[in-house]
């Protein structure tokens, strides 16, 4: 069957909608990863998704596992309209005649778009992720002071821990930008990037498999290292991290080589039903029909 060819309002659209669906379905799934990720060998707060689900609703409630949700929802519709713009550029630029791409040409137009992507992609995914591991961080250091005043003399009678505070992604940009500037919002580009060009190929392989999620898809260039490298804040006694080789030479010496495959079954069951439902959405003609309502569109 001939591929569906839609223009590029219609593919910003769909991708506007599925991103927005995607995000409400499966965020409690990737608040999960996050904070599996960020957890480090000694403090372990949970020892599956489900425990991590578990704990969040009795501690922040409902509503806690949706937790930087806010700021997906607010940015996910620009990330996949540069995605789409930019792939469609260089899918156009790199043709020849209108010739149907070869694999490589196909890597290097999802690598290129995969660059643009990181302007929206770096500061969305980093903001998420602090107000994602807010709870983890909160949750760890209640246990570390209940432990605390159990093990002193005068635990009898001893005052509740003061309740932390959380910042709102509002908070956390105006602080960033006050102290470390624009650069402060990009903390972590070079995993982002790392990602995204190992993301070109599992285009590749996905297109020779004829698949929409391809296994390397799932390990190419380990989430763990940029989900810490982006974590502000750190929990008691765990590791803080310069750069991209620190961080993998201490977590595979401290943690050892399984470690960076934490949340690894999450990051599967978050990317599943994202690639459904934007099959759903681009094959239902969701934008189609609502393009074909406006009145320019019409015969």
Known sequence: MADKQISLPAKLINGGIAGLIGVTCVFPIDLAKTRLQNQQNGQRMYTSMSD?????????GYFGMYRGAAVNLTLVTPEKAIKLAANDFFRHHLSKDGKKLTLLRE????????TCQVIVTTPMEMLKIQLQDAGRIAAQKKLMAAQAQLSSSS?????EPAVERRPTATQITRELLRSKGIAGLYKGLGATLLRQHSQGGSHLLKSMLHSQCSPLSLFSFSPVIKTRLQSLQRGV???TYSGILDCTKKIWQKEGPMA????????????????????VVYFLGIAEFLLDMLPKHRA
């Not at 635990?155 to 005052?159: E, F």
């Not at 960076?260 to 099959?279: D, E, N, S």
């Open 107 to 114: 890597m290097l137009a999802g690598c290129g778009a995969g």
């Open 52 to 60: 991590c689900l578990i704990k969040t609703i009795r501690s922040e």
């Open 237 to 239: 006694n765990e590791d």
């Open 260 to 279: 960076f495959l934490k949340g690894a079954y999450c990051r599967a069951l978050v990317i599943a039903p994202l690639f459904g439902i934007a099959q």
């Open 155 to 159: 635990g009898a009678g001893a005052a």
